[in-house]
């Protein structure tokens, strides 16, 4: 069998890493335009762009622990945890990430950092006392190849487009131009109008990667674990406990659903993540593909 490294490795993820950092580099040209027709002084809106990705770069994932209440737990805090991931990132050829821990009852875990050396692998105390050590493998292994693959600092960075043009339209009276726009410009309601158009092609396309990510990880998990069906009943398990907890119990961990390895799809008009049924299927083929038996028809 092909080593994890490298049959982990998802071509078709990268293809559209590519294709969705180009098409949300060019929506973000447009705004710049827009800012810059509306009156908005250019150099201000280098400056504040170049300020604004430094920080969702570099912070974004310290921010995000910190806004779901995680803390870092030390080798004897946590020492089977420790020693799972340990024994994974060997297996996946990558360096050890920090690990962390929240304290509730949903049961979830994620990944963040900009590189597999600073990344963090969270897991909520749900998840612990949801899965069997196996499960909870397969879990951790769907972890570790997001940071295998890259696409955590990725959606950070993807995720910075959408958050400019949130901003904007958020706060878009503060911005120069007028209106009448007698001097050509687009003025403020044409600059919040293009904000509008840009933050809903990031929040599609963002969507979209999120949704084939998740495929990547599950395909990477199962490769490290050699055991897909442990994170197929892991998913299974999150997804039955999950789906019983009321919306306000969610909202807040809302605000990093795009990094769980499971969100309540129903509960959203475009999802973040894959149907569940679709992950399982995808998961018992890899199973198949593994033992040798011959897929069905």
Known sequence: MAQPREFGKDTGLQFRIVLVLFLLGAVYAVLVAALIAAGVNAALVGVIAVVLLLVQLFASDKIGLAAMGAHEVTPDQAPELHAMIERLCVQANLPKPKVALV?????????????????????????????????????????????????????????????????????????????????????????????????????????????????????????????????????????GVSDQIPAQDLRSTQQLKAFYIYWPSAREFISSHPPIEKRIAALQRLEAQLQGVPAAA
């Open 103 to 239: 304290e509730t009852q949903v049961p979830n875990a994620f990944a963040m950092g900009r590189s597999p050396k600073s990344a963090t692998v969270c897991v909520t105390t749900g998840i612990l006392q949801l899965l069997s050590p196996a499960e909870l493998e397969g879990v951790l292994a769907h972890e570790l190849t997001h940071v295998l693959n890259r696409d955590v600092v990725v959606m950070t960075i993807a995720s910075f487009f959408a958050t400019i043009a949130a901003y904007i339209v958020q706060f878009g009276f503060f911005f120069g131009g007028d209106d009448d726009s007698e001097e050509g410009g687009i003025g403020v309601l044409g600059l919040i109008l293009v904000s509008l158009v840009v933050y809903a092609v990031s929040f599609v396309l963002l969507q979209a990667l999120s949704r084939y990510r998740e495929y990547a990880a599950d395909r990477g998990s199962a490769i490290i674990t050699g055991r897909p069906s442990a994170l197929a009943s892991a998913l299974l398990k999150i997804a």
